[in-house]
C-alpha cells in the first residue's frame, strides 16, 4: 500500500453542495494536528499526525469548506469533545427542545431522533416533554456513556442506510435534529436523502450550525478544524435541501458558538409554509456581501492581523515575567494556538472542566491540561480566555479572580485584556 492510500486525508475537488468546483481560496493555515487528538504526556511528539487546514468558497452556492477532509473513523470512533454543562448550554438545550415541540405542533409520544447525540444531554430535555427519543453517535464510549444513563443511541455513524433502519425498527421520527453535527459530514446530500425518508410526512428536520456570517463578521477563524467541514448559511442550506427533495421552513439565530443558525426543514410534499425569517436572513446574506470575494479576502487580512499581534502580546506579558495560563481547552482554542504558533513556552498551562481532558496535552501546543481546581490553587497573572464563546459566563464566574488583580486575554474578535474595571 502505498503511502498516499494510507494518508487520512483527502482533498476536496466538488463542492458537497451543489457539485460545483469554482473555489475562491480563503485561508490556509498549513499542516495542523486534528484539534480533538489531546496526546498523553511523553518525550518526544516527532510523529504527531498533521494534516492540511484551509477553507475555500464555493462561488456557485458559496459554501465554505475545508480543502481537505479526514477520514471520519480518525476522527470520531475515540472523541474527546463531550457536551458543555455550561450554564449557557444547558438553558440552551432545554430552549431548543421547547421551540421545536411547540412551534411544531409535536405530539407526545412523538419520536425524536439526534445524530452526533453525545452524551445524550439534549434528548433527555425532548424526554422531559414527553417525547420518544433515539441517540446515534459513532462515538463509541460517548454512546456508552448515553445508554447508560437511559438514553438509548446506536454507536454508529447517522447515514442514508441508518435512517432505513431506525425506520424498520423503530417507526419513522417527528423530529430528526442535527446540533453542531451536521457540518462534520461530508456526503451531506446521503443524509438529506435518509433524513427525508426517516421523517414522517409532516415531520421536521432541525439543525443547528456556526453561522458563516457571523464567522466572517466577528473573525471566528478558530472555529476552522479539521472535524468542521462546512460553514454554512441559509442560503447555501436552501440550494442543498432543495436538491434533495426538502426546503426550509423556518430559521432562528442563536448567540451560542460564537453565532448560530438553528434551520427547520421539512419534506417538499409536507404542508408547513415558509416563515418571513428564512427571506430575512437570506437577504441579510446578499445585502452583507456574502457572495462577493471580496467579503472573504477581507476576513483573511483580519485573521492575519490576529496571527501577528496575539503572539507578541502573550509573550510580552511572559517576558515582564507575568504568568499567563489557557482559560479552557476546546478544540478551537487548539486552532488558535496552531496559528498563532502559541505553545507550552508560552502558557503554563490550561484549565478544562472536562474530565477526559484532564492530565492531557493540548494537541500541536503540547501544554498540560489541568482541572478548574488546579488552576484556582495555582493561579497564573493572565489567562487566554480559548473559551472566549462563554466569555461572559466565564468571567462573571471568575469575578474574584479579576477582582484580585488577574486578568484575561480575549483573542476574537480583536485580542483585548480585560480587567475587573472592565466588568
Known amino acids: 500500500m502505498s503511502e498516499e492510500s494510507r494518508d487520512p486525508a483527502r482533498q476536496v475537488e466538488a463542492c458537497r453542495v451543489c457539485g460545483g468546483a469554482d473555489w475562491q481560496e480563503v485561508v490556509s493555515f498549513g499542516p495542523l494536528p486534528l484539534a480533538n487528538s489531546y496526546l498523553d504526556p511523553a518525550d518526544s511528539f516527532d510523529d504527531e499526525p498533521r494534516h492540511p487546514l484551509g477553507v475555500v468558497s464555493c462561488r456557485s452556492c458559496r459554501l465554505m469548506s ?16 463531550v457536551t458543555s454543562d455550561s450554564e449557557t448550554i444547558t438553558r440552551h438545550m432545554r430552549a431548543i427542545a421547547e421551540l421545536c415541540v411547540g412551534r411544531f405542533a409535536m405530539p407526545r409520544g412523538g419520536l425524536v431522533v439526534e445524530m452526533g447525540s453525545n452524551t445524550g444531554q439534549q434528548l433527555a430535555a425532548f424526554r422531559d416533554l414527553g417525547m420518544e427519543i433515539l441517540g446515534v453517535d459513532p ?22 442506510a441508518t435512517a432505513a433502519r ?19 459530514i461530508d456526503d451531506v446530500g446521503d443524509i438529506v ?19 458563516a456570517l457571523d464567522m466572517l463578521e466577528h ?57 418571513p425569517a428564512v427571506a430575512e436572513l437570506r437577504r441579510l446574506e446578499r445585502d452583507s456581501g456574502f457572495f462577493d470575494d471580496a467579503t472573504y479576502t477581507a476576513f483573511a487580512g483580519r485573521v492575519e492581523h490576529i496571527r501577528k499581534t496575539l503572539p507578541p502580546l502573550v509573550r510580552g506579558l511572559v517576558a515582564d515575567g507575568l504568568r499567563v495560563a489557557g482559560y479552557g481547552a476546546p478544540a ?29 496535552l493540548q494537541p500541536g501546543a503540547h501544554i498540560p491540561i489541568h482541572s478548574p481546581a488546579y488552576g484556582a490553587q495555582h493561579p497564573p497573572d493572565v489567562y487566554l480566555l480559548l473559551a472566549w464563546n462563554y466569555a461572559e459566563e466565564i468571567l462573571r464566574k471568575e469575578r474574584a479572580f479579576l477582582e484580585s488583580g488577574g486578568r484575561f486575554i480575549v483573542p476574537v474578535p480583536e485580542p483585548r485584556i480585560v480587567s475587573a474595571e472592565d466588568l
Not at 436523502?193 to 453561522?211: H, K, M, Q, T
Not at 478544562?352 to 492530565?359: C, F, V
Request: net charge negative.
Open 139 to 160: 462515538a463509541r464510549d460517548l454512546a456508552a456513556i448515553a445508554t447508560g444513563s437511559g438514553v438509548e443511541t446506536l454507536p454508529d455513524f447517522f447515514s442514508a
Open 332 to 360: 478551537k482554542g487548539n486552532t488558535l494556538l496552531g496559528v498563532c504558533g502559541l505553545g507550552s513556552d508560552d502558557l503554563e498551562f490550561c484549565v478544562d472542566t472536562t474530565d477526559l481532558k484532564q492530565g492531557k
Open 219 to 275: 473573525n471566528e477563524f478558530d472555529t476552522i478544524y479539521h472535524e468542521h467541514l462546512s460553514y454554512y448559511a441559509v442560503s447555501t442550506l436552501s440550494t442543498l435541501f432543495e436538491r434533495h427533495g426538502m426546503r426550509i421552513v423556518d430559521v432562528e439565530r442563536a448567540a451560542v458558538h460564537g453565532g448560530s443558525i438553528i434551520v427547520f426543514a421539512g419534506r417538499d410534499d409536507a404542508s408547513w409554509q415558509e416563515r
Open 166 to 184: 431506525i425506520a424498520k425498527e423503530y417507526g419513522r421520527a417527528r423530529l430528526v435534529l442535527g446540533r453542531h453535527v451536521f457540518a462534520h
Open 66 to 81: 475545508l480543502t481537505h477532509t479526514v477520514d471520519p473513523e480518525v476522527l470520531y470512533r475515540r472523541y474527546f469533545y
Open 193 to 211: 436523502r435518509g433524513v427525508r425518508e426517516l421523517l414522517e410526512p409532516e415531520g421536521v428536520f432541525a439543525i443547528e450550525v456556526p453561522y
